[in-house]
């Protein structure tokens, strides 16, 4: 990717919701909800405190993360549709 996120900035890729439901009713596009989960693609050095040191981020590259429901700005980059978003704007990690 050509494109390297500043401070606290994460760059991540959403995960492609669930085509059925559990009991099997296929969801059409325009019903489906934009999924809260993503992988990160890349993420920025940290934040700098008062002191000037720098913080490094608790996430990296390749960490499935989730988010909230209206965190970040959609971009797209590469042809690719991502959001950026602040470390913070992140719940947690999920664990595999």
């Known amino acids: 990717m ?5 401070h606290d900035r994460v760059v991540v890729k959403r995960l492609e919701g669930e085509e059925k439901t ?5 969801i059409p596009d325009t019903a489906k909800e934009k999924p809260q989960e993503g992988e990160v693609v890349a993420v ?3 934040s700098r405190d008062d002191s000037g040191k720098l913080n490094a981020l608790d ?3 390749g960490d499935r993360v989730l ?3 209206w965190s970040g700005t959609e971009v797209k980059i590469d042809g690719q549709d991502l ?3 602040k470390e ?4 947690g990690i999920v664990g595999k």
Do not use: E
């Open 83 to 85: 959001l950026i978003m």
């Open 88 to 91: 913070s704007d992140i719940m």
């Open 59 to 61: 996430v990296k590259a």
């Open 2 to 6: 050509k494109f390297r996120p500043l």
């Open 22 to 26: 559990k009991g099997g009713i296929i």
């Open 44 to 46: 920025g050095p940290g």
């Open 67 to 69: 988010f909230g429901k």
